[in-house]
Nanobody, 111 residues
């Protein structure tokens, strides 16, 4: 019954910031954590950031220090704040939240 919808993607220039959101509707609860993944052109899907239930938060080396995962529990929403965006951050970003995958949102970083 749970649905997850990502939003906030778009086209930005290098150095810009974006915040992605991932909203779960229905009987939403975390299974073991929530995370953001991405798949860029010609690349495999990779973990970007993951927040384990009652555990640590992990980031990919490529985004550590630039991206931050957070949540608004009252709104069943997970966020990914992305700063200092680079062209190599261009990808479809997927959210895994409340045991459900979202459909993805496109982030394009170019000048």
């Amino acid at each position: 019954q749970v649905q997850v919808v990502e939003s906030g993607g778009g086209v930005v220039q290098p150095g810009d910031s974006l915040t992605l959101s991932c909203v779960a509707s229905g009987s939403a609860f975390e299974i073991w954590g929530a995370g953001w993944y991405r798949q860029g052109p010609g690349k495999q899907r990779e973990l970007v950031a993951f927040s384990a239930v009652g555990g640590p938060t992990k980031y990919a080396d490529s985004v550590r220090g630039r991206f931050t995962i957070s949540r608004d529990n009252a709104k069943s929403t997970v966020f990914l704040q992305m700063n200092s965006l680079k062209p190599e951050d261009t990808a479809v970003y997927y959210c895994f939240h409340a045991g459900v995958w979202g459909q993805g949102t496109q982030v394009t970083v170019s000048s």
